[in-house]
């Protein structure tokens, strides 16, 4: 449940009262010891309990109060109206007696004269007086003959905070350093004034402070801030999870004087500033960015990832205006991203946004920082965010609070003469769940800049030596490259044409070493993962050729390489001699597609279409294992299986379906050309338009184009990738339907997927010339 604001009942009536004399209160016995912290004590049982389960406190605010303390708080018979106070030299405690105690150890106390008494071992001094105990470690306690009225800003804030909470919290202005400025910058504690106040609401995972401050005079510096206004920004799905900071103010045009009215502010409704790869970026956050836009002189624009980086000439106005919220910035360049301009003073810093946008790992994707947005306040003027992670004076001093907790914010609005104040951190749902135990979202391993624009889709391969993953790619200069798992490209190898189809791996020497197989429109390719060619490859033909297909009929590694021309099918053993006996070597009407082969009920098929419509279904020697008299109009989708048949589909949109003895049947798709079908571990696909069918169940895509969906089988799991290649966006599905979290993602390129150390590895194109490799 959201914080619902602060308790700011009677203020203004209270505020518009005149000072008159008063009677001294119990706090001001503990004021006149100047002390700088203080707690007053609503139920102690309940806070004592609550403070010594909340693992931030303990750690963070470990010494407030302390075991002597606590033994002391619960010797006490009553449970409210407890003061206790902290000075540089000692605590004091102040409480009403209460007559009818029989039971604690303070029934037969002294009255109105210095003595002492011993709780747990420790030594307590007290003093009564009219109806008050007086309570320190300190021996040289008495009672103020009179109270000075240099407490009113203390006074002033006290009236604010709620006693239905356990506690509250009062922080004067060293300890308002110590503690918020032990998170937040200096330069915004500085704004707090002389005392804070704080209803104190721990939970075991989550501590939340609500209260008050006094705003500094009209003299002195302030915050640019505004009355509350809800949390409607969506500025977290733009700010990187790395983030170090963020500062967010709502804006309205009064904010600023008139003498220094900027022509480009009449849009604008909130200004940000974050820190990201060491660069600190701002955000206009506009209501028509596209006119905002227009008060930057442009002088170039660059294209990164589909998006585009306007480098700007550099304009005094908008570094003045950012110097208002205390931010020098001089940008020299805009990354506009909806309703968002993003300044950033290099522009390589905005490429690292813009990817971490597309590659969903912004704020807006964690959820254990949505947690910290549900348990703060939900309406704000200004939030300051901190990452707990990046704050290196804070990991070095608590490094399993940062660990553990992640965040901190601190949310300050302005009402009267007070600041309203909420302070939240917390570890996320569950007990001991760590608020960042990884990044979540996909994260991005490295980008390859490819020498030129890629030819090949990337391709993960295995190394032999450590089993982890590799990628192979071909650019539009006929080289191939193998880069490592770390990102570095360990070589390159120029070959005499484009690759043709898919590159296998094998084992040809059946040690476990794996080399590459593949052919170019006029040879086939055999190299080890040095980039050296293998004996006795490449084999050159004179006539173009397929595609490669490699048979491993009982997967001992007894490899047959089925190179074929368009009339012409050629069998090759691993050494690249031609297999003797298959019959169905010569195809006069013409190849559809390289024979493939199928396992059926533990029985072999080779098959593939011929160009006037014949299917051929052969043995492993190539005879005729199921002789069809039928013609098909084959459309170009893949003949594949499902469920112990042969499948294909036609340009009629029929689906037939051949069994291991011949029986067809058909049924229609009940769709239109044109359409991409597939099918893997008996789970079809079929993409049609904007609809995808997905084991039988329907997706509605948004409407695009769409390029053909690739299945993989990862593990023991399967996904389906599909390409928006009009809005570079790749989706990925499960085998249920479901989209995967954090997708779509933008790519330019249908993508490969495999796994290592149990998560998945994603490979894609981000330019033509730009590669990523990623896991999640």
């Known amino acids: 449940m959201r914080l619902l604001g602060f308790s700011f009942i009677s203020i203004l009536f209270l505020l518009g009262c005149s000072h008159k004399e008063k009677t001294p209160e119990p706090v001001d016995y503990l004021l006149s010891k100047e002390p700088s912290l203080l707690f007053q004590i609503h139920h102690k049982d309940q806070f004592v309990n609550q403070l010594i389960n909340n693992d931030f406190w303990k750690n963070y605010f470990k010494y407030y109060p302390n075991q002597n303390v606590q033994n002391l708080l619960h010797s006490l018979p009553q449970d409210n109206n407890i003061w206790v106070a902290y000075t540089h030299d000692g605590v004091y405690l102040s409480t009403s007696i209460i007559q009818k105690d029989s039971l604690s150890p303070w029934k037969n106390i002294s009255v109105e004269k210095l003595d002492s008494l011993t709780i747990e071992d420790k030594k307590w001094y007290y003093i009564t007086q009219n109806n008050q105990l007086l309570i320190s470690s300190l021996k040289d306690i008495s009672f103020p003959k009179s109270i000075e009225s240099k407490y009113l800003d203390f006074h ?83 700010i990187p999870q790395t983030f170090q900071e963020i500062f967010y103010f709502s804006f309205e045009e009064g904010l600023i004087p008139t003498e220094f009215y900027f022509d480009f502010q009449q849009d604008i409704s909130s200004v940000s500033f974050f820190s990201f790869q060491g660069d600190s970026l701002a955000v206009l956050q506009s209501i028509n960015p596209t006119e905002t836009l227009r008060y930057f002189t442009i002088l170039k624009t660059d294209s990164f990832q589909g998006e585009s980086i306007y480098n700007i000439e550099e304009f005094s106005d908008i570094q003045s205006f950012f110097s208002i919220f205390g931010k020098e910035l001089q940008p020299k360049y805009i990354y506009k991203n909806e309703e968002n301009l993003i300044f950033s003073q290099k522009k390589e810093t ?102 030129k624009e890629a030819r090949t889709l990337p391709k993960f391969v295995t190394n032999h030596r450590t089993n982890k993953r590799e990628v192979v790619i071909q650019d539009i200069d006929n080289q191939l490259y193998l880069i490592g798992n770390d990102g570095k490209i360990l070589w390159k190898r120029r070959l005499d044409a484009p690759i043709v189809g898919e590159i296998f791996q094998v084992d040809l020497f059946q040690n476990g070493f794996l080399q590459l197989a593949f052919n170019t429109e006029h040879s086939l390719w055999v190299i080890d993962r040095n980039g050296r060619e293998v004996a006795p490859f490449p084999i050159s033909y004179k006539e173009a050729i397929l595609p490669l297909q490699i048979f491993d009929y009982e997967r001992t590694k007894d490899y047959r390489f089925v190179v074929c021309s368009q009339n012409q099918i050629h069998l090759l053993d691993k050494k690249a001699n031609p297999i003797k006996g298959f019959e169905k070597s010569h195809v006069p009407n013409g190849l559809g597609e390289t024979p493939k082969h199928l396992r059926i009920l533990g029985k072999d098929f080779i098959v593939f279409p011929e160009k006037e419509g014949t299917l051929s279904i052969l043995h492993r020697n190539g005879t005729t294992r199921i002789p069809l008299s039928q013609k098909f109009d084959f459309s170009n989708n893949p003949i594949t299986l499902y469920k112990d048949f042969i499948t294909f589909t036609t340009r009629s949109n029929k689906q037939f379906y051949i069994d291991g003895n011949g029986g067809i049947r ?9 359409y991409f079908f597939d099918c893997l571990k008996d789970i079809p696909v079929i993409l049609s338009g ?24 990862v593990g023991n799991r399967f996904l389906c990738s599909v390409i928006d290649t009009q809005n570079n966006k790749l989706y990925i599905f499960n085998s249920k339907g479901d989209l995967l979290p954090y997708f779509p993602i933008f790519s330019i390129s249908q993508a490969d997927i495999t796994s290592e150390n149990g998560k998945l590895l994603l490979t894609f194109l981000k330019e033509k010339n730009i590669l990523s490799v990623s896991q999640f």
């Open 156 to 238: 002033k804030v006290a009236k604010t905070i709620s006693q239905e909470v356990p506690a509250n919290l009062f922080l004067a202005q060293k300890k308002n350093k110590e503690f918020i400025g032990g998170i937040f910058p200096e330069n915004l504690v500085k704004n707090l004034a002389s005392w804070t106040a704080w209803d104190l609401f721990l939970e075991k995972n989550t501590l939340r402070m609500s209260g008050s401050s006094l705003r500094p005079a009209d003299s002195l510096p302030q915050l640019p801030l505004v009355k509350n206004k809800k949390k409607t920004s969506d500025i977290y799905r733009i």
């Open 666 to 674: 058909s049924e229609s798709l009940g769709i239109n050309m044109p």
């Open 350 to 451: 905005l490429e690292g946004l813009i990817n971490a946008i597309q590659m969903k790992q912004t704020l807006s994707e964690r959820k254990a920082f949505e947690n910290l947005q549900q348990k703060s306040s939900s309406q704000t003027s200004f939030i300051a965010i901190e990452n707990l992670q990046k704050n290196s004076s804070f990991v070095e001093k608590f490094p399993s609070l940062a660990q553990k907790y992640g965040y901190a914010s601190l949310q300050i609005s302005p009402q009267d003469e007070f600041y309203l104040l909420t302070f939240t951190t917390t570890t996320g749902e569950g007990e001991g769940k760590l608020a960042i135990p990884q990044e979540e979202g996909i994260e991005e391993r490295f980008q390859i800049t490819l020498d």
């Open 690 to 713: 904007n609809i995808l069918l997905l084991n039988k169940k329907k997706i509605e895509l948004p409407f695009a184009e769409y390029d053909r969906p690739t299945l993989h089988w």
